[in-house]
Structure formats: C-alpha cells, structure tokens
C-alpha cells in the first residue's frame, strides 16, 4: 500500500508517565494530581508507529466523510512489533477517554488520567484511537501504536502524556 503521508513523520514520540500512590492524592482530583504529582519516569520512545488506519481516519475527516478525532488512548499486553498495517493493538486490555488533547505547531498532546482502582495491568503496547472509537475494545480506528514497558499496581494512579511531533 502507497504511504499515504510520506512527509508526515513523526519525529519524535514522547511518553511521560507519571504515579502516585493512592495515599498521596490529594482528594483524588484530576486538577490536584497534576500538581502534586512528580514525574517518576519519562521516557522517549523512537519505535512509534502511525498506522495507515488512523492516516485514511484522518483524511475522511479532512474530506467531512468521517470524524477524524483522536478520543481513546488503548494499553495492551501484546510483544507484537508495530506495523502500520495495524488496525488495532495485539490484545488491548484497556481503553480510557483521553483526559486531555491539545495541538499547537506541528505537535499533537495528549494526556490521559487512569486511577488507582482501574487498569492494573502490565503493559506492553499504547496506542490511539479515533474515528469512530467508542468504549468497546478494538473499535475505531488505530492512527498510532508503540511497543512499551510499563506495569500499574492497583495502589497508583497513572498519567499518561502522549506527545507526537511531527517533522
């Protein structure tokens, strides 16, 4: 299949993954956690793919045919490399509204809450969802998926920023 953004490459993905335990939020308020919260890791990871399903998802939505909106951000468990063939994670076992999402130059941010009493699982794949992604598993289409390295014990809260520059 013809690549069908050739120049749209993201540069640089940036992941920022931030826990607290549950004793350390401050009335388990959003707007709190982000103050009182530090970063314990951050890592920038290269290996980011932007798959072909969310690039058609973007260009119907440029079109009018579809919406073209990033809303879920997925974590799965699947040690699958990415490819961006790719119309959903390996074994997704999470889903989440994207808290946050902003796009200001060529970098798209997102930022996505998982409290403590949800999603304890270790992780091995991220992706983002849009189009026509609901809550349901799989649905939508994928535009990004990134191998990954991360465990969430039910005793933390997780922030998760997702930064996509593009060159």
Not at 6 to 17: G, L, M, N
Not at 63 to 86: H, I, Q, R
Not at 100 to 109: D, P, Y
């Amino acid at each position: 299949m013809k690549d069908l953004f050739p120049q749209f490459k993201p540069s640089k993905i940036k992941i920022t993954i931030r826990k607290v335990p549950f004793w350390a939020r401050p009335f388990q308020k959003f707007e709190l956690f982000q103050k009182a919260g530090k970063i314990i890791r951050e890592k920038n990871y290269a290996k980011n793919v932007f798959c072909d399903a969310g690039r058609l998802a973007l260009l119907k939505g440029m079109a009018g045919e579809a919406p073209g909106e990033v809303t879920y951000l997925a974590l799965g468990d699947s040690t699958a490399t990415p490819d961006k063939l790719d119309v959903k994670l390996g074994n997704e076992l999470y889903r989440r509204l994207i808290t946050l999402k902003q796009a200001s130059g060529l970098t798209f941010s997102s930022s996505t809450f998982i409290p403590s009493n949800e999603g304890s699982y270790a992780y091995k794949e991220i992706g983002l969802f849009g189009g026509s992604a609901t809550a349901v598993k799989d649905s939508g289409s994928l535009f990004t998926r990134l191998a990954i390295n991360e465990t969430k014990s039910s005793s933390e809260s997780m922030t998760i920023d997702y930064d996509i520059i593009a060159s």
